[in-house]
Antibody
Framework: QVQLQESGPGLVKPSETLSLTCIVS????????WSWIRQPPGKGLEWIGF???????DYNPSLKSRITISVDTSKNQFSLELRSVTAADTAVYYC????????????WGQGTLVTVSS | DIVMTQSPDSLAVSLGERATINCKSS????????????LAWYQQKPGQPPKLLIY???TRESGVPDRFSGSGSGTDFTLTVSSLQAEDVAVYYC?????????FGPGTKVDIK
């Protein structure tokens, strides 16, 4: 059974960089796409971007200028960096998996709340 | 971006009764060459991540009870819970994966009447 677990600071100061890691266990990171999705408190879901195990990426145009998603296949994990954060970036951040044949999110992490505040 | 809308925003249904949620996309999500609708439904309970229920608009994910069904094509879709159970109280989201960025509907909250 594939499991995903997000980790990273729960509090980030405005204008700084939010950094999160998702560790994948119970399966290989290879041959799948790995996404970050966020959900502001009490609100809906926003896809941030994905990284393929090969390292190729696709980002949401609304966030593209501020994000980098990378993968480390040797550690079976992938990461998110979101720069120049503001209070509007406060959200639960989820990592999730999809495949080329089923480009929908079939496995999700439990999510981690990141609050942007001084 | 493809904009997803859902109706109603919330609904309350008696136990054992039918719940129906509608989802509309701003453009067709039907990939004609494969005749597949790139539309999924998720269920999210409080404090939990979304759980995949339905994909290709009408295919149930493994392990999902058969009281959940999806229908529709093109731009208009429906999620039906045929006989609502207490454990079905949740927010339900539709999502298109026809084009990037994948986008979600705003959600429909389902409660027990």
């Amino acid at each position: 059974q594939v499991q995903l677990q997000e980790s990273g600071p729960g509090l980030v100061k405005p204008s700084e960089t939010l950094s999160l890691t998702c560790i994948v266990s119970g399966g290989s990171i290879s041959s799948f796409y790995w996404s970050w999705i966020r959900q502001p408190p009490g609100k809906g879901l926003e896809w941030i971007g994905f990284v393929y195990y090969s390292g190729s990426t696709d980002y949401n145009p609304s966030l593209k200028s501020r994000i980098t998603i990378s993968v480390d296949t040797s550690k079976n994990q992938f990461s998110l960096e979101l720069r120049s954060v503001t209070a509007a970036d406060t959200a639960v951040y989820y990592c999730a998996r999809h495949s080329a044949s089923r480009p929908l999110f079939d496995y999700w992490g439990q999510g981690t709340l990141v609050t942007v505040s001084s | 971006d493809i904009v997803m809308t859902q109706s109603p925003d919330s609904l309350a249904v008696s136990l054992g009764e039918r719940a129906t949620i509608n989802c509309k996309s701003s453009q067709s999500v039907l990939y004609s060459s494969g005749n597949q609708n790139y539309l999924a439904w998720y269920q999210q309970k409080p404090g939990q991540p979304p759980k995949l229920l339905i994909y290709w608009a009408s295919t149930r994910e493994s392990g999902v009870p058969d009281r959940f069904s999806g229908s529709g094509s093109g731009t208009d879709f429906t999620l039906t819970v045929s006989s609502l159970q207490a454990e079905d109280v949740a927010v339900y989201y539709c999502q298109q994966y026809y084009s990037s960025p994948p986008t979600f509907g705003p959600g429909t909250k389902v409660d027990i009447k």
